[in-house]
């Protein structure tokens, strides 16, 4: 639980938050369970809230994104965080078909798990994802295997996603098409890339988020509105946890090249979200519109693009 007041969307929010599993199997005489495992980061004060569904990255724990999940509560969104899988091969199909039954749940089960008095509005809710998890977000939003979802999206971020290990390798189904602004859905898209997520951290690995199957290809598919931004100096993994326990989380550190530190990129990816949801959920562009023409100090260097 976290409790500060900050005017900056890359610090930490007005709103006290607290994170909360609800297993798959917990189920009563008064609640639906999720298809899936969650981690829920809630406001704890009274209100409406929005939503954002946010997809862990390829064999990755929904608990390695505490720390960013609660940056975006904190500011006023509810976050819903599934556990898609634990073992995935190369097909993606079941990670969309999970999405898409998870937020068909929300309508009928999320109330249940929320504190009394935290209401979501399911009328503004965004899609989100990292790596894998952006490559299902996309694949979701445009209908992939003809899988459609009873809550229509307000937004779509994707965090540094990723198609597959190359052009013509793509993880099935593919996103990618290579037809610029080709991608068919009627909502604002935000990309965010890692500048060091195409460069190998040893000869023995593929780098992390591969040249012509990343954050750039995603970009150039969206069309008008969408926002591009690109941490330069840091990884694909840069955004997690600043402690990934486990084996897989400590993988994070050796396969993927990083920067020096996470917290940078992760309050930098968190304030971003928190930015674009804002715009497109509450018509207040004040915060990205300062983001995009540098009126606010960061602690990284950045590349920006839009579609407008």
């Not at 997690?240 to 996470?262: F, V």
């Not at 979200?273 to 497109?280: G, Q, R």
Request: charged share 20%.
């Amino acid at each position: 639980m976290c409790s500060y007041s900050s005017s900056s969307v890359f610090d930490i929010g007005e709103y006290t938050t607290e994170i909360l599993r609800v297993e798959s199997e917990s189920c009563t005489q008064n609640n639906v369970p999720p298809p899936k495992p969650l981690l829920i980061a809630t406001p704890l004060e009274a209100g409406e809230f929005p939503l954002l569904m946010f997809l862990h990255g390829y064999l990755l724990y929904n608990f390695f994104y505490s720390q960013l999940i609660q940056h975006v509560a904190s500011h006023g969104f509810i976050v819903i965080a599934p556990q898609l899988y634990t073992v995935a091969g190369p097909d993606t199909s079941d990670e969309i078909h999970s999405a898409a039954a998870i937020t068909n749940w929300l309508s009928q089960g999320l109330c249940k798990f929320l504190p009394a008095n935290v209401i979501p509005n399911l009328k503004k809710i965004a899609l989100s994802g990292h790596s894998r998890g952006g490559k299902t977000a996309f694949a979701l939003s445009l209908m992939k295997l003809n899988i459609s979802t009873d809550i229509k999206f307000s937004a779509l971020i994707g965090v540094d996603p990723v198609d597959g290990m190359d052009k013509g390798k793509q993880t099935p189904p593919a996103v990618l098409s290579y037809v610029p602004h080709s991608f068919d859905f009627d909502m604002p898209v935000m990309v965010i890339g890692s500048g060091l997520g195409e460069v190998k951290r040893n000869p023995l690995f593929p780098p992390c988020a591969p040249k012509g199957v990343n954050h750039e290809n995603f970009f150039t598919e969206c069309k008008k509105p969408a926002w591009y931004f690109v941490a330069k100096d840091y990884g694909h993994s840069d955004m997690l946890d600043d402690d990934t326990k486990g084996i897989r989380g400590k993988a994070t550190y050796c396969l993927c090249k990083n920067g020096e530190s996470r917290k940078p990129m992760r309050k930098f990816v968190g304030g971003l979200i928190v930015a674009f949801l804002k715009a497109y959920l509450h018509d207040d562009h004040g915060d990205l519109l300062a983001i995009r023409d540098s009126h606010v100090s960061l602690s990284l260097d950045f590349k920006f693009d839009s579609y407008l």
